[in-house]
């Protein structure tokens, strides 16, 4: 069985591209069962029979484990690009786009880099926001729905429950989450920037996910004029509202309360920018040119890009956020060592597990085999029996018989060995058969 990570992130591809590349979360089941009959075609060089996908606003990641197309194992060069060939071009036609235009920016982990790398992430070591807690939760409802989707076999679903377990273990036994910045508060940064005090404006939250949760709680410790939610769906608009004084809208009056706020934060799971830049021209000259700050912390983007060009316009996206989130991490440092040092324990130990796992079925069909053997000579001796032979007589014709065929295998084996194989096989039938008395 073979183990590979492919994916990109914020380190390795730009907003615009990671933006076509996320799969919407009501789609994540779709796109694993996608990916395993992708995979399962006849003709394709590497099989994946398991596969699970993580797509966040930072990172898109297929996970996936199986075997060359001939049966084999993946242990040489040639199989572990075809496995990488494989999982890109899945992801690039997906989502149609041109293999060539995505294969520069992915970053492909086989084996136990594919293991190290699931780790890290549930850790918050690859995070933005170095030691963020979000990325877990979010892993683990990627690993809900791939198992749903029927995606998990033995080997993902033990190495996802290793996964959560090693990120409990790095955030319970280290400090790697203490002094974090998180993106709500780097965007309560950015807006102190632009105005002098949150509590003389009219703040405005798009979404009522856990990310504008957060967002919500930052900003109202701030005891802004007016806090409000908009979303697609009222009820959990206004129930997130009421948690912290505000009031909901439907995200159909947009249009026509734009203008009413001055900062405007959104993250929500649209496939489309749900702010164009005629709206946001209109509320600005509603607003006579009183300058807006948005904050765009979805993938794909809320608000279009054209947006930032705009003079009154301060729009921040979830990369520009990224060197705020990065002053605490001095702070933080101290602890990766440790978290690391933990990390690669317990990739080892699922390693190990994994290379167990690879003689199971030789050990299967040694004892299927032997089985056949014992009943074929039981049944014999039983027939001796039957007509009056003598008991010591049948008994060693049975060892006798049981012998020659647990031999006759290694003996075949060793005649038909020249050279190098033959001395290899010399030495390692005695150790196979000796006494254990």
């Known amino acids: 069985m073979h183990l590979l990570a492919v994916g990109l992130n914020h380190t390795t591809a730009p907003l615009t591209l990671r933006e076509k590349v996320a799969f919407p979360p009501e789609q994540l089941g779709q796109a694993v069962a996608a990916a395993r009959a992708w995979f399962g075609r006849s003709g394709d060089a590497y099989r994946s029979h398991e596969a699970a996908i993580l797509s966040t606003c930072n990172r898109t990641e297929l996970y996936a484990a199986g075997q060359s197309a001939d049966g084999t194992g993946m242990s040489n060069t040639g199989h572990v690009t075809a496995a990488i060939d494989a999982t890109a071009h899945f992801l690039a036609d997906y989502h149609r786009l041109s293999y060539a235009e995505l294969r520069p920016y992915l970053y492909t982990l086989p084996q136990d880099h594919a293991v190290r790398h699931a780790f890290r992430v549930a850790s918050g070591l690859d995070s933005m926001v170095l030691g963020e807690p979000q990325i877990l939760g979010q892993m683990k409802d990627a690993v809900r729905q791939a198992d749903a989707a029927g995606g998990l076999g033995t080997c993902l679903h033990q190495m996802f429950q290793r996964t959560f377990a090693v990120a409990k273990e790095v955030r319970s036994t280290t400090e790697i ?13 950015l807006s102190q920037r632009i105005f002098d005090t949150i509590a003389e404006q009219h703040v405005l939250l798009i979404g009522a996910g856990e990310m504008i949760e957060l967002c919500a709680t930052h900003f109202a410790a701030h005891r802004p004029l007016s806090l409000t939610v908009a979303n697609r769906t009222l009820e959990r608009g206004q129930a997130l509202a009421e948690r912290f004084g505000g009031r909901a809208i439907r995200l159909a009056e947009l249009p026509d309360a734009l203008a009413g706020f001055d900062i405007v934060i959104s993250s929500t799971a649209s496939t489309l920018p749900i702010i164009g830049l005629g709206m946001v021209e209109r509320a600005i000259k509603a607003r006579r040119r009183k300058p807006m700050f948005m904050v ?32 605490g991490v001095e702070l933080r440092q101290a602890s990766v060592a440790q978290a690391e040092a933990i990390i690669e324990t317990r990739v080892q130990a699922f390693m190990h597990w994994v290379d167990t796992r690879s003689v199971v079925p030789v050990i299967q069909e040694l004892h299927e085999s032997s089985e056949a053997m014992r009943m074929a000579e039981l049944e014999r001796a039983r027939r001796l029996l039957a007509r009056g032979d003598d008991i010591d007589a049948v008994l060693e014709a049975l060892s006798k018989g049981l012998t020659a065929k647990f031999l ?30």
């Open 408 to 437: 006759h295998g290694p003996q075949q084996a060793l005649h038909a060995a020249q050279g190098d194989e033959r001395a290899r096989l010399a030495a390692l039938l005695p150790q196979l058969f000796r006494n254990r008395r």
């Open 177 to 189: 989450g203490a002094h974090s910045v998180s993106m709500a508060a780097a965007a309560v940064r």
């Open 296 to 327: 765009d912390l979805a993938v794909p983007r809320d608000i279009e890009s054209e947006v930032g060009r705009m003079d009154d316009v301060f729009l921040y996206t979830v990369d520009d956020l990224g060197g705020v989130v990065q002053s």
